[in-house]
Protein backbone atom coordinates (compact mmCIF):
# COMPACT_ATOMS: atom_id res chain seq x y z
CA UNK A 1 0.00 0.00 0.00
CA UNK A 2 1.42 3.11 -0.67
CA UNK A 3 0.95 5.77 2.39
CA UNK A 4 0.78 8.83 0.20
CA UNK A 5 -2.10 7.82 -1.57
CA UNK A 6 -4.22 6.92 1.39
CA UNK A 7 -2.80 9.03 3.86
CA UNK A 8 -5.27 11.36 6.14
CA UNK A 9 -4.24 14.32 7.25
CA UNK A 10 -5.67 14.01 10.69
CA UNK A 11 -7.18 17.43 12.94
CA UNK A 12 -4.94 19.43 13.74
CA UNK A 13 -5.11 22.06 16.80
CA UNK A 14 -3.31 25.42 15.54
CA UNK A 15 -3.86 28.19 18.18
CA UNK A 16 -6.65 26.60 20.49
CA UNK A 17 -9.03 26.17 16.86
CA UNK A 18 -10.16 23.02 15.43
CA UNK A 19 -9.27 22.25 11.75
CA UNK A 20 -10.61 20.00 9.64
CA UNK A 21 -8.73 18.52 6.82
CA UNK A 22 -9.29 15.67 4.00
CA UNK A 23 -7.87 13.75 2.07
CA UNK A 24 -9.30 12.28 -1.26
CA UNK A 25 -8.36 8.72 -3.16
CA UNK A 26 -9.63 7.77 -6.35
CA UNK A 27 -8.32 10.52 -8.75
CA UNK A 28 -6.19 8.17 -11.20
CA UNK A 29 -5.58 4.44 -11.87
CA UNK A 30 -2.51 4.45 -9.69
CA UNK A 31 -4.97 5.08 -6.39
CA UNK A 32 -7.59 3.28 -7.19
CA UNK A 33 -5.24 0.03 -8.07
CA UNK A 34 -3.55 1.18 -4.44
CA UNK A 35 -6.11 1.05 -2.52
CA UNK A 36 -8.52 -1.92 -4.05
CA UNK A 37 -9.06 -5.22 -1.60
CA UNK A 38 -11.33 -6.71 -4.43
CA UNK A 39 -13.72 -6.17 -7.25
CA UNK A 40 -16.24 -8.07 -8.94
CA UNK A 41 -17.80 -6.50 -12.16
CA UNK A 42 -16.22 -3.12 -11.57
CA UNK A 43 -13.74 -1.76 -14.19
CA UNK A 44 -10.85 1.03 -12.98
CA UNK A 45 -9.96 3.16 -15.49
CA UNK A 46 -9.15 6.72 -15.90
CA UNK A 47 -9.26 6.89 -12.13
CA UNK A 48 -13.24 5.68 -12.03
CA UNK A 49 -14.89 2.57 -11.07
CA UNK A 50 -17.35 1.63 -13.72
CA UNK A 51 -20.23 -1.25 -12.67
CA UNK A 52 -19.76 -3.50 -15.91
CA UNK A 53 -22.83 -6.06 -15.17
CA UNK A 54 -26.18 -5.87 -13.72
CA UNK A 55 -24.25 -5.69 -10.46
CA UNK A 56 -21.17 -5.86 -8.74
CA UNK A 57 -19.32 -5.42 -5.66
CA UNK A 58 -16.20 -2.99 -5.20
CA UNK A 59 -13.66 -2.98 -1.39
CA UNK A 60 -10.82 -0.26 -1.57
CA UNK A 61 -9.12 0.72 1.30
CA UNK A 62 -9.86 4.67 2.04
CA UNK A 63 -7.40 5.46 4.73
CA UNK A 64 -4.39 3.82 6.32
CA UNK A 65 -1.80 5.59 9.21
CA UNK A 66 -0.05 4.24 11.99
CA UNK A 67 -1.89 6.40 14.46
CA UNK A 68 -5.22 5.82 15.53
CA UNK A 69 -7.91 8.22 14.27
CA UNK A 70 -11.47 8.82 14.00
CA UNK A 71 -13.36 9.11 10.51
CA UNK A 72 -16.52 11.56 10.68
CA UNK A 73 -17.85 11.15 6.90
CA UNK A 74 -16.99 9.58 3.57
CA UNK A 75 -18.33 11.63 0.57
CA UNK A 76 -18.94 9.57 -2.72
CA UNK A 77 -18.59 11.14 -5.96
CA UNK A 78 -19.74 10.22 -9.06
CA UNK A 79 -18.73 11.39 -12.95
CA UNK A 80 -20.81 14.55 -13.66
CA UNK A 81 -22.21 12.95 -17.20
CA UNK A 82 -26.56 13.59 -16.85
CA UNK A 83 -27.60 10.23 -19.01
CA UNK A 84 -30.61 9.35 -16.67
CA UNK A 85 -33.29 11.09 -18.18
CA UNK A 86 -36.42 9.45 -18.54
CA UNK A 87 -39.40 10.27 -21.32
CA UNK A 88 -42.34 11.28 -18.87
CA UNK A 89 -45.27 11.72 -21.23
CA UNK A 90 -46.33 15.13 -22.08
CA UNK A 91 -45.39 17.77 -19.00
CA UNK A 92 -46.29 21.01 -21.16
CA UNK A 93 -49.99 22.23 -21.00
CA UNK A 94 -52.42 20.99 -23.57
CA UNK A 95 -52.49 24.26 -25.64
CA UNK A 96 -48.66 24.87 -25.45
CA UNK A 97 -47.07 24.93 -29.40
CA UNK A 98 -43.75 26.66 -29.62
CA UNK A 99 -40.52 26.65 -28.08
CA UNK A 100 -41.56 26.07 -24.15
CA UNK A 101 -40.05 28.20 -21.98
CA UNK A 102 -39.68 27.04 -17.78
CA UNK A 103 -39.35 29.53 -15.21
CA UNK A 104 -39.33 28.15 -11.78
CA UNK A 105 -39.42 30.96 -9.84
CA UNK A 106 -39.44 29.44 -6.34
CA UNK A 107 -41.12 25.87 -4.31
CA UNK A 108 -44.39 25.74 -5.71
CA UNK A 109 -44.32 28.81 -8.43
CA UNK A 110 -43.51 27.74 -11.74
CA UNK A 111 -44.10 29.32 -14.81
CA UNK A 112 -44.33 28.20 -18.68
CA UNK A 113 -44.15 30.56 -21.69
CA UNK A 114 -45.21 29.08 -24.66
CA UNK A 115 -47.75 30.08 -28.19
CA UNK A 116 -51.34 28.85 -27.63
CA UNK A 117 -52.36 26.40 -30.08
CA UNK A 118 -55.92 28.23 -29.99
CA UNK A 119 -54.89 31.29 -30.54
CA UNK A 120 -52.28 32.01 -33.53
CA UNK A 121 -52.25 35.43 -33.92
CA UNK A 122 -51.12 36.76 -30.23
CA UNK A 123 -47.68 35.80 -29.57
CA UNK A 124 -46.51 33.97 -26.39
CA UNK A 125 -48.87 33.17 -23.32
CA UNK A 126 -48.19 32.33 -19.73
CA UNK A 127 -49.35 29.81 -17.69
CA UNK A 128 -48.76 29.11 -14.01
CA UNK A 129 -48.40 25.91 -12.05
CA UNK A 130 -48.09 24.42 -8.33
CA UNK A 131 -47.11 21.27 -9.01
CA UNK A 132 -45.84 20.43 -12.63
CA UNK A 133 -49.07 18.81 -13.51
CA UNK A 134 -52.06 20.87 -13.42
CA UNK A 135 -51.65 24.02 -15.47
CA UNK A 136 -53.55 27.59 -14.79
CA UNK A 137 -53.61 29.42 -18.25
CA UNK A 138 -52.98 33.60 -18.34
CA UNK A 139 -53.53 34.58 -21.41
CA UNK A 140 -50.50 36.45 -23.35
CA UNK A 141 -47.13 38.46 -22.49
CA UNK A 142 -46.26 39.30 -25.77
CA UNK A 143 -48.10 40.47 -29.12
CA UNK A 144 -47.77 38.84 -32.41
CA UNK A 145 -45.13 40.87 -33.47
CA UNK A 146 -42.80 39.88 -30.32
CA UNK A 147 -43.63 36.49 -30.26
CA UNK A 148 -40.51 34.52 -30.73
CA UNK A 149 -39.14 33.79 -27.29
CA UNK A 150 -36.53 31.96 -26.50
CA UNK A 151 -35.20 32.45 -22.89
CA UNK A 152 -36.39 33.61 -19.71
CA UNK A 153 -35.32 34.99 -16.18
CA UNK A 154 -36.54 36.02 -12.71
CA UNK A 155 -34.94 38.41 -10.59
CA UNK A 156 -36.40 40.82 -7.86
CA UNK A 157 -40.12 39.96 -8.74
CA UNK A 158 -39.69 40.82 -12.36
CA UNK A 159 -39.72 38.42 -15.53
CA UNK A 160 -36.74 39.29 -17.99
CA UNK A 161 -38.37 37.81 -21.85
CA UNK A 162 -36.11 37.49 -24.38
CA UNK A 163 -37.53 37.14 -27.91
CA UNK A 164 -35.93 36.96 -31.24
CA UNK A 165 -36.82 40.23 -34.00
CA UNK A 166 -37.05 38.52 -36.39
CA UNK A 167 -37.28 34.46 -35.61
CA UNK A 168 -33.72 33.43 -35.05
CA UNK A 169 -32.16 37.16 -34.66
CA UNK A 170 -31.49 40.08 -32.43
CA UNK A 171 -32.44 39.27 -28.94
CA UNK A 172 -34.56 41.96 -27.15
CA UNK A 173 -36.50 42.16 -24.11
CA UNK A 174 -39.78 42.43 -22.25
CA UNK A 175 -39.50 43.32 -18.45
CA UNK A 176 -43.22 41.72 -16.78
CA UNK A 177 -43.73 42.08 -13.66
CA UNK A 178 -47.20 40.77 -13.80
CA UNK A 179 -47.51 37.60 -16.18
CA UNK A 180 -51.19 37.11 -14.78
CA UNK A 181 -52.94 40.58 -16.82
CA UNK A 182 -52.60 39.43 -20.52
CA UNK A 183 -50.84 42.19 -21.05
CA UNK A 184 -47.51 42.70 -22.69
CA UNK A 185 -44.88 43.67 -20.13
CA UNK A 186 -42.64 47.09 -21.17
CA UNK A 187 -40.76 46.38 -24.25
CA UNK A 188 -36.74 47.38 -23.36
CA UNK A 189 -35.74 46.48 -27.18
CA UNK A 190 -33.07 45.10 -28.59
CA UNK A 191 -30.08 43.96 -25.83
CA UNK A 192 -27.38 41.65 -28.22
CA UNK A 193 -26.40 41.80 -31.91
CA UNK A 194 -24.21 39.59 -33.27
CA UNK A 195 -22.45 40.18 -36.32
CA UNK A 196 -22.75 36.64 -37.78
CA UNK A 197 -26.55 37.15 -37.63
CA UNK A 198 -27.55 33.55 -35.33
CA UNK A 199 -29.55 33.98 -32.16
CA UNK A 200 -32.01 31.55 -30.36
CA UNK A 201 -30.11 31.57 -27.47
CA UNK A 202 -30.21 30.99 -23.66
CA UNK A 203 -29.97 33.37 -21.02
CA UNK A 204 -29.14 32.12 -17.40
CA UNK A 205 -28.54 34.08 -14.50
CA UNK A 206 -25.64 32.68 -12.17
CA UNK A 207 -25.26 33.03 -8.31
CA UNK A 208 -22.99 36.01 -9.11
CA UNK A 209 -26.10 37.82 -10.32
CA UNK A 210 -24.05 37.99 -13.61
CA UNK A 211 -26.86 37.14 -16.91
CA UNK A 212 -25.33 35.08 -18.94
CA UNK A 213 -26.01 34.92 -22.87
CA UNK A 214 -25.30 31.80 -24.95
CA UNK A 215 -26.36 32.09 -28.82
CA UNK A 216 -25.80 30.71 -32.07
CA UNK A 217 -23.01 32.02 -34.46
CA UNK A 218 -23.55 31.31 -37.69
CA UNK A 219 -20.34 32.50 -39.45
CA UNK A 220 -19.17 28.79 -40.16
CA UNK A 221 -22.15 27.74 -41.69
CA UNK A 222 -25.22 28.07 -44.69
CA UNK A 223 -27.72 27.67 -40.92
CA UNK A 224 -30.84 27.49 -43.78
CA UNK A 225 -28.99 23.92 -44.78
CA UNK A 226 -28.75 23.02 -40.80
CA UNK A 227 -32.13 24.17 -39.30
CA UNK A 228 -31.52 27.26 -38.88
CA UNK A 229 -28.39 26.09 -36.27
CA UNK A 230 -24.81 26.17 -36.05
CA UNK A 231 -21.48 24.37 -35.35
CA UNK A 232 -20.19 27.28 -33.53
CA UNK A 233 -21.87 28.73 -30.58
CA UNK A 234 -20.82 32.54 -28.83
CA UNK A 235 -21.08 33.34 -25.29
CA UNK A 236 -21.55 37.34 -23.66
CA UNK A 237 -22.27 38.57 -20.42
CA UNK A 238 -24.74 41.51 -18.24
CA UNK A 239 -24.58 42.54 -15.24
CA UNK A 240 -28.06 43.81 -15.60
CA UNK A 241 -29.77 41.58 -18.47
CA UNK A 242 -29.95 44.81 -20.32
CA UNK A 243 -26.51 46.16 -20.85
CA UNK A 244 -23.01 44.98 -21.60
CA UNK A 245 -23.86 42.34 -23.93
CA UNK A 246 -21.07 42.29 -26.73
CA UNK A 247 -20.22 39.62 -29.01
CA UNK A 248 -17.02 36.98 -28.79
CA UNK A 249 -16.80 38.22 -24.91
CA UNK A 250 -15.23 34.74 -24.19
CA UNK A 251 -14.13 31.94 -25.76
CA UNK A 252 -16.64 29.78 -27.72
CA UNK A 253 -18.39 27.55 -25.22
CA UNK A 254 -19.37 25.27 -28.21
CA UNK A 255 -16.97 24.75 -31.64
CA UNK A 256 -17.45 21.58 -33.21
CA UNK A 257 -15.73 23.33 -36.83
CA UNK A 258 -14.82 21.61 -39.60
CA UNK A 259 -11.45 22.91 -41.53
CA UNK A 260 -12.44 26.42 -43.10
CA UNK A 261 -11.58 26.53 -46.76
CA UNK A 262 -11.65 30.35 -47.13
CA UNK A 263 -14.42 30.71 -49.24
CA UNK A 264 -16.97 33.23 -48.54
CA UNK A 265 -20.36 31.97 -49.77
CA UNK A 266 -23.89 34.37 -49.83
CA UNK A 267 -26.69 32.50 -48.12
CA UNK A 268 -30.65 33.68 -48.22
CA UNK A 269 -31.86 35.46 -44.52
CA UNK A 270 -34.46 33.59 -42.64
CA UNK A 271 -37.91 34.07 -44.77
CA UNK A 272 -39.47 35.86 -41.32
CA UNK A 273 -36.50 38.88 -42.35
CA UNK A 274 -39.33 39.73 -44.83
CA UNK A 275 -42.09 39.89 -42.19
CA UNK A 276 -40.50 42.71 -40.38
CA UNK A 277 -39.11 44.57 -43.82
CA UNK A 278 -36.00 44.04 -43.78
CA UNK A 279 -33.50 43.88 -46.74
CA UNK A 280 -33.02 40.81 -48.65
CA UNK A 281 -29.82 40.70 -49.22
CA UNK A 282 -28.19 37.65 -48.69
CA UNK A 283 -25.88 36.89 -45.47
CA UNK A 284 -22.98 35.38 -45.67
CA UNK A 285 -20.60 32.54 -43.96
CA UNK A 286 -17.19 31.36 -44.75
CA UNK A 287 -17.19 27.67 -46.27
CA UNK A 288 -15.72 24.68 -44.02
CA UNK A 289 -15.17 21.16 -45.96
CA UNK A 290 -16.98 18.35 -44.76
CA UNK A 291 -20.37 18.04 -43.25
CA UNK A 292 -20.98 19.70 -40.27
CA UNK A 293 -22.90 19.37 -37.10
CA UNK A 294 -25.07 21.48 -35.84
CA UNK A 295 -26.66 22.41 -32.49
CA UNK A 296 -28.55 25.93 -31.55
CA UNK A 297 -32.00 26.68 -29.09
CA UNK A 298 -29.89 26.91 -25.95
CA UNK A 299 -30.82 26.46 -22.30
CA UNK A 300 -28.79 26.25 -19.25
CA UNK A 301 -29.15 25.08 -15.47
CA UNK A 302 -26.20 24.85 -12.51
CA UNK A 303 -26.18 22.36 -10.76
CA UNK A 304 -23.61 22.21 -8.25
CA UNK A 305 -20.28 22.87 -9.48
CA UNK A 306 -21.04 22.16 -12.98
CA UNK A 307 -23.32 23.90 -15.66
CA UNK A 308 -25.22 21.99 -18.17
CA UNK A 309 -26.24 22.99 -21.42
CA UNK A 310 -29.40 21.44 -23.69
CA UNK A 311 -29.85 22.21 -27.14
CA UNK A 312 -31.19 21.20 -30.33
CA UNK A 313 -28.59 18.95 -31.98
CA UNK A 314 -28.82 18.39 -35.94
CA UNK A 315 -26.44 15.45 -37.13
CA UNK A 316 -24.92 15.64 -40.33
CA UNK A 317 -25.99 12.30 -40.63
CA UNK A 318 -28.96 11.77 -42.53
CA UNK A 319 -29.21 8.42 -40.82
CA UNK A 320 -29.70 10.43 -37.28
CA UNK A 321 -32.54 12.49 -36.78
CA UNK A 322 -32.94 15.67 -34.94
CA UNK A 323 -33.02 15.55 -31.05
CA UNK A 324 -31.40 17.25 -27.63
CA UNK A 325 -27.80 17.51 -27.52
CA UNK A 326 -26.05 18.14 -23.96
CA UNK A 327 -22.69 19.67 -22.91
CA UNK A 328 -21.44 20.86 -19.51
CA UNK A 329 -18.72 22.66 -17.87
CA UNK A 330 -17.48 23.52 -14.43
CA UNK A 331 -16.31 26.83 -15.94
CA UNK A 332 -18.59 28.80 -17.46
CA UNK A 333 -16.10 30.94 -18.70
CA UNK A 334 -14.39 27.69 -21.04
CA UNK A 335 -15.34 25.82 -23.99
CA UNK A 336 -18.06 22.85 -22.80
CA UNK A 337 -17.56 19.67 -23.27
CA UNK A 338 -19.54 17.06 -25.02
CA UNK A 339 -22.10 15.40 -21.91
CA UNK A 340 -24.95 13.01 -24.80
CA UNK A 341 -27.91 12.83 -26.00
CA UNK A 342 -31.51 12.55 -25.25
CA UNK A 343 -34.58 11.29 -27.16
CA UNK A 344 -34.52 11.25 -30.83
CA UNK A 345 -36.80 11.81 -33.97
CA UNK A 346 -37.84 15.70 -33.06
CA UNK A 347 -36.97 19.40 -33.66
CA UNK A 348 -37.14 20.19 -29.61
CA UNK A 349 -35.74 23.72 -28.99
CA UNK A 350 -36.01 22.48 -25.05
CA UNK A 351 -35.53 24.20 -21.76
CA UNK A 352 -34.87 22.96 -18.43
CA UNK A 353 -35.61 23.97 -15.04
CA UNK A 354 -35.35 22.20 -11.01
CA UNK A 355 -39.08 21.73 -9.79
CA UNK A 356 -40.79 19.59 -7.30
CA UNK A 357 -37.70 17.86 -6.27
CA UNK A 358 -37.17 17.06 -9.78
CA UNK A 359 -35.29 18.48 -12.79
CA UNK A 360 -37.69 18.82 -16.40
CA UNK A 361 -36.69 18.80 -20.15
CA UNK A 362 -39.70 20.23 -21.63
CA UNK A 363 -39.15 19.99 -25.66
CA UNK A 364 -41.67 21.34 -28.32
CA UNK A 365 -43.31 19.32 -30.94
CA UNK A 366 -42.98 15.36 -29.77
CA UNK A 367 -45.05 13.06 -27.73
CA UNK A 368 -43.07 13.33 -24.77
CA UNK A 369 -40.98 15.37 -22.34
CA UNK A 370 -38.33 14.03 -20.16
CA UNK A 371 -37.46 14.11 -16.19
CA UNK A 372 -34.23 13.13 -14.11
CA UNK A 373 -33.75 12.95 -10.34
CA UNK A 374 -30.03 14.66 -11.36
CA UNK A 375 -26.97 13.80 -12.51
CA UNK A 376 -26.28 10.92 -9.97
CA UNK A 377 -27.16 7.91 -11.00
CA UNK A 378 -28.73 5.66 -8.11
CA UNK A 379 -28.31 2.28 -7.52
CA UNK A 380 -24.90 2.78 -5.24
CA UNK A 381 -24.61 1.10 -1.66
CA UNK A 382 -21.57 1.48 0.56
CA UNK A 383 -20.39 0.78 4.13
CA UNK A 384 -17.34 0.96 6.14
CA UNK A 385 -14.97 -0.73 8.41
CA UNK A 386 -12.32 -0.06 11.02
CA UNK A 387 -9.58 -2.23 11.63
CA UNK A 388 -9.04 -1.33 15.34
CA UNK A 389 -5.78 -3.51 16.42
CA UNK A 390 -3.85 -2.63 13.24
CA UNK A 391 -3.88 -6.41 11.88
CA UNK A 392 -5.19 -5.53 8.75
CA UNK A 393 -8.53 -7.00 9.15
CA UNK A 394 -11.80 -5.38 9.62
CA UNK A 395 -13.21 -5.18 12.94
CA UNK A 396 -16.45 -3.42 12.72
CA UNK A 397 -18.58 -2.42 9.93
CA UNK A 398 -21.77 0.22 9.81
CA UNK A 399 -24.54 -1.28 7.61
CA UNK A 400 -25.20 -0.91 3.99
CA UNK A 401 -26.89 2.51 2.90
CA UNK A 402 -28.11 3.73 0.01
CA UNK A 403 -26.17 7.14 -0.73
CA UNK A 404 -27.06 9.27 -2.91
CA UNK A 405 -26.57 13.55 -4.10
CA UNK A 406 -29.29 15.77 -3.07
CA UNK A 407 -30.43 18.72 -4.38
CA UNK A 408 -32.01 22.22 -3.47
CA UNK A 409 -32.97 25.16 -5.52
CA UNK A 410 -31.19 27.96 -4.73
CA UNK A 411 -33.49 31.01 -3.44
CA UNK A 412 -33.41 33.67 -5.33
CA UNK A 413 -32.02 31.89 -8.66
CA UNK A 414 -34.42 30.27 -11.38
CA UNK A 415 -31.96 27.45 -12.49
CA UNK A 416 -29.10 27.83 -9.97
CA UNK A 417 -29.28 23.92 -7.99
CA UNK A 418 -27.28 23.07 -5.12
CA UNK A 419 -25.69 19.58 -4.40
CA UNK A 420 -25.05 17.55 -1.39
CA UNK A 421 -22.34 15.32 -1.53
CA UNK A 422 -23.40 11.31 -1.62
CA UNK A 423 -22.22 10.87 2.00
CA UNK A 424 -22.09 7.96 4.69
CA UNK A 425 -21.95 8.89 8.42
CA UNK A 426 -19.27 7.04 10.26
CA UNK A 427 -18.96 8.88 12.87
CA UNK A 428 -20.15 6.59 15.25
CA UNK A 429 -17.14 4.20 14.03
CA UNK A 430 -14.24 3.74 16.93
CA UNK A 431 -10.69 4.97 16.09
CA UNK A 432 -8.59 2.75 13.76
CA UNK A 433 -5.69 2.29 11.79
CA UNK A 434 -7.19 1.19 8.57
CA UNK A 435 -11.09 2.41 7.12
CA UNK A 436 -12.42 -0.07 4.05
CA UNK A 437 -15.08 1.27 1.52
CA UNK A 438 -17.14 -2.14 0.22
CA UNK A 439 -19.48 -0.68 -2.20
CA UNK A 440 -22.49 -2.89 -3.59
CA UNK A 441 -23.22 -1.15 -7.34
CA UNK A 442 -26.36 -2.21 -9.07
CA UNK A 443 -27.97 -0.61 -12.32
CA UNK A 444 -30.85 2.29 -12.04
CA UNK A 445 -32.91 2.88 -15.44
CA UNK A 446 -30.70 1.11 -17.66
CA UNK A 447 -27.31 3.18 -16.01
CA UNK A 448 -24.87 2.21 -14.53
CA UNK A 449 -23.60 4.49 -11.35
CA UNK A 450 -19.74 5.05 -12.49
CA UNK A 451 -17.65 6.37 -8.99
CA UNK A 452 -15.39 9.34 -9.67
CA UNK A 453 -13.58 9.64 -6.29
CA UNK A 454 -14.03 9.43 -2.35
CA UNK A 455 -13.18 12.00 0.14
CA UNK A 456 -12.70 10.99 3.96
CA UNK A 457 -12.87 13.84 6.44
CA UNK A 458 -11.26 13.29 10.13
CA UNK A 459 -14.04 13.73 13.24
Known sequence: MKKHLLALAVLANLGG???????????????????????????????????????????????KSSTKTRLDQIEISQVPVWDNWQAAGKITPKFAKDAPVLIPVSEGNYWLLSRHKKQPKTGYHAWHTTDMKNWVHYGP??????????????MD?????????????????????DLTDGKQGKVVGKVFEDPTHGSDMSIFRDDDGLFHLIYEDWSPVDP????????????????????????????????????????????????????????????????????QDAFGDYTMIKVGGHYYLFCDYDP???????????????????????????????????TVGFAEGKFYLLVQRSGTDFISDGPWIDGVNVRAGVD??????????????????????????TRVVESTPAALDVSSLPAGYQVTLEFKLSKHNDQSPTINGVKVTAL
Not at 141 to 154: F, G, K, L, P, Q
Not at 160 to 177: A, S
Not at 318 to 347: A, L, P
Not at 389 to 402: A, E, I, M, R
Open 17 to 63: CAVMETASVGQSNVDWASSIVSSENVEIKDGKASLVGESGTLSTVVY
Open 141 to 154: ISNHDNRWVTSAEY
Open 157 to 177: GKFYIYFDKPNDEDPHLIIDE
Open 224 to 291: SKHAWDSPLAGHADSPDGINGFEPHEYVAPIDQRTTATGRILPYKPHPNQLEFGRDPTPYTYEEHEGP
Open 316 to 350: HDENKSMRVGRWRTDDITKEFVWDGEVGEGFHPDP
Open 388 to 413: TDNDGKVDQWTPFTKVKETYKAKEGF
